[in-house]
């Protein structure tokens, strides 16, 4: 099963070759990260999307990423109310005969052309995972040149407050 693990970790050199070599060694397949700079300069954090055989294995997983010293909080977002979002610059083949028939496949995702030349042009569409496979599989009868996707990037919505352990839990229910 897929889940999305956040890691608000201390921003120095080699943090990221710890965390990605712990989940190597313990045999985690990592299908996309994504690590950036948060509202203060020396932390970052990690955004997994992880595929683990079960609950057992997810535990292990955040127990070893907790024990890291550089790792201040990790949290298993999955399950709860969050904003998920990637982003993908596409390469078309576009002549310009097809350039109209392209903008008009375009417009309804929110993506945008961020460079056109006289046989391609790339576009930008962001958003979340089943969004751009949606829009790839529109796209792909043009011809994709080449393809570029980030990880996956999320946040929990709004303010969910944290049990005694550290773990976040939603208050929305069904």
Known sequence: MKRIITATVQNRSGVLNRI???M????FNI??????????????????VVEVEDMQKLEQLTKQLHKQIDVLKVADITDHAIVARE????KVVCP???RNELQSIIAPFRA?????SKDSMIVQVTGDSDKIEAFLEL??????????RTGVTAFLRGHQP????????????N
């Open 87 to 90: 982003l993908a610059l596409v």
């Open 20 to 22: 990605t070599g712990l």
């Open 24 to 27: 190597q060694k313990r045999q």
């Open 96 to 98: 310009p005969a097809s």
């Open 139 to 148: 796209v792909r009868p043009y011809g994709i040149k080449e393809l570029t």
């Open 31 to 48: 299908d996309s990260i994504s690590v950036g700079k948060t509202e203060v300069e020396q932390i970052s954090r990690m955004t997994f």
């Open 162 to 173: 944290q049990t005694a352990d550290g773990n976040t839990y939603s208050l929305i229910t």
């Open 112 to 116: 945008s052309a961020v460079d056109i």
